[in-house]
């Protein structure tokens, strides 16, 4: 069974950084592509950015700039650095796994909270 974890959420002022952090577990080694999502109360949840095996990424317009992904196959971790943080920034970051066109998986989310 393949976990991914998340951490490193809390709470901060605008213009602050946080980085967050997702390690996966389990019998599977290397995602295609990893990913970061968030869900803001009242909301769908977005995409926010994506990291292929290459290391190449694509960021959401709302972020690009500001939030930076990247991941270390060796230690099963993808990362965002979020930087210049805005309350609107407030949501749970859910960490995502895509191995195949079938297989993906999900962790349990990380609050990340902006004051203004």
């Known amino acids: 069974q393949v976990t991914l974890v998340e951490s490193g959420g809390g709470l901060v002022q605008a213009g602050g950084s946080l980085r967050l952090s997702c390690t996966v577990s389990?019998?599977?080694?290397?995602?295609?592509?990893m990913g970061w999502y968030r869900q803001a109360p009242g909301k769908q949840r977005e995409l926010v950015a994506t990291?292929?095996?290459?290391?190449?990424?694509i960021d959401a317009d709302s972020v690009k700039g500001r939030f930076t992904i990247s991941r270390d196959d060796a230690k099963n971790t993808v990362y965002l650095q979020m930087n210049s943080l805005k309350p609107e920034d407030t949501a749970v970051y859910y960490c995502n796994g895509r191995y195949s066109a079938r297989t993906q998986y999900w962790g349990q989310g990380t609050q990340v909270t902006v004051s203004s």
């Open positions: 389990g019998s599977i080694f290397g995602a295609i592509i």
């Open positions: 990291i292929n095996s290459g290391g190449s990424s």
